[in-house]
């Protein structure tokens, strides 16, 4: 197995410098895989593959009646973060986090960013996410964001882009958690001689996070994780956290408002819920609040978690931070809130609502991404460079009829990793993002090293996700 | 713990025995058919009537054959009481509680399901005696390996005991339904009764519920009257329908913290009843009433007995009734 004639000259490459030069960070892996067989590489990937499938690491994919379970494709080559690279982004990450919670706490109160024009009133208004039933809320220590994840990429000259945050149910720590399970019994020498950054303490930080929550004088809080069950495409993940922080799992279907308090129903009765880890989407969390239809959440919940009798991770309401044309104004409140200039730059967004930006979207499709303001998984994106006529003209209909709706991006030339491709042993390179995980506990920030690194498997595809055909690698974060 | 949690470990629990005891049902039958003189027909069609699902069976498969009975029990997805069905709603129920059991547990039952379904997709393609014969051991030790997995690697708390439970229940069950089969197959021919062939009969059912060794110590002639006493009402056999029930009254009494003899809720109360009724009666007793009859009213009164366990621990209705209920299947009569 050699390496040598791998050659990433265009890109930005996370393993080599040049051809046949690996990064310092990357040297000891890249020798190490220099000196394999040729199959090895792909014999432990298979039985990598075949043991995640076995223990059920699986997503589903949704189809008509029951949802088909599949192993989120998986690469053995880990993506490597020098710890110097590491060190300029937790910060970066920190800011923003901090920022974005000030801004949830201020729009859903006095609306100062609004009042004083920085960011425009009807955006917030006209944005999916912006929960009228969530006006006045005072979450507990004022964190409204406790979990977040927040995709990040580098250009081809290596700089750090933010390309969105995740501030409702951000997945994808499980597999993180479990790929990296699946390379320490594949790796074990590479583990030892490289001083990877440990992860196996999110579980611990989530609990901590999420006790912090329970009211005062509690002596011993009940944590659950809420599911919408096992049909949803991150059900996996839902029941290894609950499993792993030795909490209840629970649904809609077990709880019920009881006496003012939110109660699970037990063999012995019902007992009461004093913080929860929800995977429910805002409008599905209470049919009396917000979506009537929805068969998922409890009727009544908001009130009790108005009253502050439970305690709910992430807040409602967060979701407005997801949409893309927030996103946008994420460096004025940087500004705004903290005094700060932001450490880590956005990528330059059009947003078409505006005249001008709209017509240099019109007239570049070509070189642009416009995406959908509140679409997730890939869906309602358009690749200008990788577009036909027939679609371009389709998303100028669709903008011109939905300004609001969409933004455009420069495309940018993802940051790429060796990648095993083909059926056989053959290596190049395949684009990547990474998505870090914040967890915020009011008096502290804390950014669990690494995250999910996602490759685009199909050769020149920019589209990292899972339901367009995207992976995972194990991302290590390297120690001084 | 959560009703929804007791209430799917017990059912996982039910699922993987009625799959063992499925496998264990047509099994005795195909040795029974095996040993049959030449020139007595087959016969398939009492196992589907002693299932109680034979309207269900006669729509979607006419004739009863050798391969429409054993598909229909076997691989039949949309026959909710199919070895594929119950270990799907098995692996669900896991799935559904995957934080409360073992991991080993999770695997065990993922792996069982995959087999038999891999099972069901090249079934067709290979010799199909020999392909069931095979299949059916593995089902009956992979339902043996996840009982042991599950007494190995799970902590004895609430949720253990309601697995037991719900696999004793099941199992009791399902034996009294073995030994249905074995008056079923001899009612068309009363003068067969106590021939050779009614003697080796009772040894292929001694045999299917791996009762034959431990029957030929405890006594060591073929007597159906003694075969009938061991598989009913012996107290150490851990297959008796006796020995079951007295243990699923221990179970649940572990889980309540209430004595055995008293009772302080309707599945206690119901339990400790047919406990105390086979407790006392004996196989003359049985005989002089009916073997059929007895075996008919005991799968009564057991329903009632996992009737009152739901209403007692798992019932959701009380609570949300406007909200959809974790329902499962089980609306067919066995």
């Not at chain 1, 460079?385 to 679609?391: D, G, L, M, P, V």
């Not at chain 1, 903008?399 to 990793?417: D, F, G, H, K």
């Not at chain 2, 109360?269 to 007895?294: M, P, V, W």
């Amino acid at each position: 197995m050699k390496l040598e004639t791998y050659d990433p000259t265009g890109y930005y490459d996370e393993l080599f410098a040049s051809k046949g030069e690996p990064r310092a960070s990357a040297k000891p892996l890249i020798d190490w895989i220099n000196t394999l067989q040729p199959g090895d590489l792909r014999r432990s990937q298979e039985a990598a593959q075949i043991a995640l499938f076995k223990l059920g690491v699986t997503f589903n994919v949704y189809s008509d009646n029951e949802g088909i379970e599949k192993v989120f494709p998986f690469d053995i080559i880990p993506r490597i973060i020098s710890a110097q690279d590491w060190k300029a982004l937790e910060p970066g990450l920190r800011q923003r986090i901090t920022a974005l919670n000030l801004f949830l706490d201020d729009i859903y109160n006095e609306q100062r960013i609004l009042n004083d024009g920085v960011v425009p009133r009807h955006i917030i208004e006209s944005a999916p996410g912006f929960l009228k039933p969530c006006m006045g809320l005072k979450p507990p220590g004022g964190v409204w964001c406790h979990i977040t994840g927040t995709d990040l990429v580098r250009d081809r000259d290596g700089q750090w882009y933010v390309l969105e945050d995740n501030l409702r149910v951000p997945s994808g720590i499980s597999y993180v958690l479990e790929n990296r399970r699946v390379l320490k019994s594949t790796f074990p020498s590479v583990f030892q001689t490289m001083a990877v950054q440990a992860i196996d303490d999110y579980p611990s930080h989530l609990l901590e996070t999420l006790l912090s929550l329970a009211p005062d004088q509690l002596p011993n809080p009940t944590v659950a994780v809420l599911t919408p069950g096992i049909y949803n495409s991150a059900y996996y993940e839902h029941s290894f956290l609950a499993q792993q922080m030795g909490v209840e799992l629970i649904e809609g279907r077990d709880l019920v408002v009881l006496d003012g308090y939110l109660q699970m129903r037990t063999t012995k009765g019902p007992r009461r819920v004093d913080v929860v880890y929800r995977r429910l989407d805002d409008i599905f969390l209470d049919p009396t609040a917000f979506n009537p239809d929805s068969l998922l959440g409890v009727p009544g919940l908001m009130d009790v978690y108005r009253a502050g009798r439970v305690a709910l991770a992430n807040a409602p309401g967060t979701g407005v931070a997801d949409d893309k044309v927030v996103y946008a104004f994420v460096p004025e409140m940087i500004r705004y809130y903290l005094g700060e200039d932001p450490i880590l730059p956005n990528v330059p967004t059009y947003l078409c609502w505006r005249d001008k930006d709209r017509d240099h979207v019109l007239q570049n499709l070509e070189t642009l991404v416009v995406k959908s303001a509140n679409e997730a998984g890939g869906y309602g994106m358009l690749v200008g460079s990788q577009s036909t006529a027939a679609e371009r003209a389709e998303f100028a209909e669709k903008i011109q009829a939905r300004p609001r709706n969409y933004i455009a991006q420069p495309i940018l030339c993802l940051s790429q990793v060796p990648t095993l491709v083909g059926e056989g042993n053959e290596i190049a390179g395949r684009h990547v993002d990474l998505r870090p995980y914040i967890l915020h506990r009011g008096d502290e920030v804390y950014v669990h090293p690494g995250g999910l690194t996602r490759v685009a498997l199909k050769e020149g595809s920019l589209v990292v996700n899972s339901s367009q055909g995207g992976g995972a690698k194990d991302t290590w974060v390297l120690t001084d | 713990m959560l009703s929804r949690v007791a209430n799917s470990i017990y059912w996982l629990n039910r699922y993987i025995e009625r799959a063992e005891n499925v496998a264990r049902f047509i099994d005795v039958n195909l040795n029974l058919m095996l040993d049959l003189p030449s020139g007595v027909s087959q016969q398939w069609k009492p196992l589907v009537v002693t299932t109680g699902d034979i309207k269900f069976f006669e729509d979607r498969y006419g004739e009863a054959t050798a391969e429409n009975v054993i598909q229909f029990l076997t691989f039949d997805l949309e026959y909710p009481n199919s070895i594929l069905s119950c270990l799907r709603f098995a692996r669900e129920n896991a799935r559904s509680i995957r934080e409360i059991i073992s991991s080993e547990m999770w695997e065990e039952v993922n792996t069982f399901y995959h087999m038999v379904q891999e099972a069901a997709v090249n079934n067709g393609h290979h010799n199909v005696s020999n392909l069931f014969q095979q299949l059916f051991f593995h089902v009956k030790f992979a339902s043996h390996r996840f009982a042991g997995v599950m007494d190995a690697t799970m902590s004895h708390n609430e949720g253990w005991h309601f697995g037991q439970l719900g696999r004793l229940i099941e199992r009791a069950d399902k034996k009294a339904r073995i030994l249905d089969v074995k008056y079923y197959i001899l009612l068309p021919s009363a003068q067969l009764v106590g021939t050779p062939l009614d003697q080796i009969q009772w040894i292929a059912l001694l045999k299917s519920a791996s009762a034959y060794e431990m029957y030929r110590k405890y006594q060591h002639r073929i007597i159906p009257a003694s075969v009938a006493e061991f598989m009913i009402l012996n107290r150490e056999f851990p297959r008796s329908i006796s020995f079951c029930v007295q243990e699923a009254e221990r179970c649940l009494h572990q889980i309540t913290g209430t004595p055995v003899g008293t009772w302080c809720n309707g599945a206690e109360r119901s339990l400790g009843q047919l406990c105390a009724k086979l407790g006392y009666i004996t196989i003359q007793d049985i005989i002089d009433n009916g073997l059929h009859e007895f075996l008919d009213g005991f799968q009564k009164e057991l329903n009632a007995v996992d009737d009152q366990i739901s209403a007692t621990f798992f019932s959701l209705s009380p609570l949300v009734s406007e909200l959809p209920m974790n329902r499962q299947v089980q609306t067919l009569t066995w």
